[in-house]
């Protein structure tokens, strides 16, 4: 990777290839005894695997707070990485599809799109724009075409409102949705897919990453980790010994709270368009300027952040390859992307009181858990 500039720290850069996100599933998917040495070692012989995401549950987040979370810190297990950018539309969509960003192509979570008015930004987690609900024109299994859990109908044990969303059905493309009201259903239902059968069975649950959000890394946060330690404890009630619980997450937090700050007026007049988030964004620039656009934004901003071409970006593997000309055109030529605890906002994105943030790649954000343990169902004698 080139030398990083300005004295700037390295970045933590996904493993793809190996212990990484989009590495997991064709692991499970892999016969027992030929599943890589980075797959914890009660999951390596499994017959039987619960793939539980909880959505923003770093790594370093939890090292710190192991003493709220005895189940998890029992369980046995070691950091992989998340993927780039460190956002929950990309990661999820590189776990279940068990690809990286590059090959299916949701390199961001706000993308450009061609719209009813042209060129729009797409949240991809609402699947909408400008111009309201984007799914008559970003069709959503034409937006990317890659078979989840590599065609099998796994059973997806996810909340039931997810269901049908444009995002959920790009990425779960060929699962089942087994809804769930609230969380306390989530190992009633797991279970319920594993007496059942099914080798692969996959959940997820978005809490902590929705407290991180809205209230920092403070009591909240570690209320809402006792809680999903006592799921998982649940969860791992209702499992055979036979059968093994593999928990991860798709990113890690940073809390930056009064640190997000609307962007330089300068850099929003000189840049045509502006698209990713606060800790990734992307600049788009004005035809034959974006030396110039890339000269601006180093100079306004690269004391604390990686401010880079998307040459470079691509070229140095962030996205764990070559991107293809419609994943390229989702994304802008300058990309901004912070070290320092910081968010550069720009005004349509809707979300400028977030107290935690990810999407860069610092090890806080990078970092997630892959912890497993058999069940601890007792038999019935």
């Not at 600049?283 to 071409?309: F, I, K, M, N």
């Amino acid at each position: 990777m080139a030398t990083a500039r300005n004295g700037a720290p390295p970045p933590t850069l996904p493993a793809y290839g190996g212990p990484c996100l989009s590495g997991i599933v064709p692991a499970l998917l892999a016969p027992p005894g030929g599943r890589p040495g980075w797959v914890p070692a009660p999951a390596g012989r499994a017959a039987q695997t619960v793939l539980f995401v909880v959505d923003g549950l770093g790594w370093n987040q939890l090292q710190t707070r192991r003493h709220l979370a005895p189940t998890l810190a029992s369980m046995v297990g070691a950091p992989v990485t998340s993927v780039a950018p460190t956002t929950t539309a990309t990661a999820l969509a590189s776990i279940a599809l068990g690809v990286p960003p590059a090959a299916h192509g949701m390199v961001g979570y706000r993308l450009v799109v061609d719209g009813p008015t042209g060129k729009e930004v797409m949240n991809v987690l609402r699947w909408r724009t400008v111009s309201g609900d984007a799914r008559s024109f970003v069709p959503p299994l034409e937006f990317q075409t890659e078979e989840a859990f590599n065609g099998r109908p796994v059973p997806v044990v996810s909340k039931a409102d997810f269901g049908g969303s444009g995002f959920s059905v790009a990425h779960l493309r060929g699962s089942r949705l087994v809804g769930w009201g609230v969380a306390s259903s989530i190992a009633v239902e797991v279970g319920r897919q594993v007496a059942a059968g099914e080798a692969l069975t996959y959940a997820y649950y978005e809490g902590i990453d929705k407290i991180a959000h809205m209230r920092g890394l403070g009591e909240e946060y570690d209320a809402e980790l006792v809680a999903v330690d006592r799921i998982v404890a649940d969860i791992l009630a209702v499992l055979p010994p036979e059968a093994t619980l593999l928990v991860t997450a798709d990113h890690g937090q940073v809390e930056v709270g009064d640190g997000a700050q609307v962007m330089a007026e300068e850099l929003l007049d000189a840049a045509e368009m502006v698209s990713g988030e606060a800790r990734f964004r992307w600049l788009h620039a004005r035809p034959g300027q974006a030396e110039d656009l890339l000269a601006t934004t180093r100079r306004l901003y690269g004391h604390q952040a990686w401010v880079l071409p998307v040459e470079q970006v691509i070229g140095d593997g962030w996205f764990g390859g070559p991107l293809d000309k419609r994943a390229r055109a989702r994304i802008g030529d300058v990309a901004l992307v912070p070290w320092e605890p910081v968010g550069y906002l720009e005004p349509a994105d809707g979300d400028h009181r977030l107290v935690c943030r990810h999407g860069s790649l610092t090890d806080d954000e990078v970092l997630v858990p892959l912890l497993a343990a058999p069940g601890r169902r007792r038999s019935a004698g």
